[in-house]
């Protein structure tokens, strides 16, 4: 198969996945589309929409043509992007008691940073996180802004 043809069923599937998500999370897409649903919610939380866009931002990075290495590193800027919000979610969830959190991603990677810095320190650090995040997906700096 062509490298070209890979590429191109790799874009159908990476945004069927990410229409079929929204649909579950706007509770459009039957029994099945509920517990998809119900599964990013227990992940995610309150950033479970996030998946579905990173999804279909992978798609759309298939699409455009990109520098060479520069696919992985918006992925990995991707991915960073969700563990930091859903992460500082689950940190804002303990000074705020009615937000709700970050699902058990969030909880995960917030009780590690609250264990060892703190509460406040761990908002400062993921935000860190997700304003370099931001960086990679959109490979850019401070010089480019």
Not at 63 to 84: E, H, Q
């Amino acid at each position: 198969m062509a490298p070209e043809t890979r590429q191109g069923l790799a874009v159908i599937f990476f945004f069927a996945l990410a229409a079929v998500l929204v649909l579950s999370i706007l509770d459009m897409a039957g029994s099945a589309g509920t517990f998809l649903a119900t599964g990013l919610h227990t992940l995610a939380g309150q950033a479970a929409p996030l998946i579905p866009l990173i999804i279909a931002g992978i798609g759309v990075l298939l699409l455009i043509p990109k520098p060479a290495g520069s696919r992985p590193t918006s992925i990995i800027g991707m991915l960073l992007f969700l563990v930091a919000v859903t992460g500082g979610l689950t940190t804002l969830a303990r000074l705020m008691p009615n937000l709700e959190n970050g699902g058990y991603l969030g909880l995960r990677v917030s009780s590690s940073l609250i264990s060892g810095f703190g509460t406040t320190a761990s908002l400062v650090i993921f935000a860190a996180i997700i304003l370099a995040s931001l960086f990679l997906i959109f490979h850019t700096s401070f010089v480019a802004l």
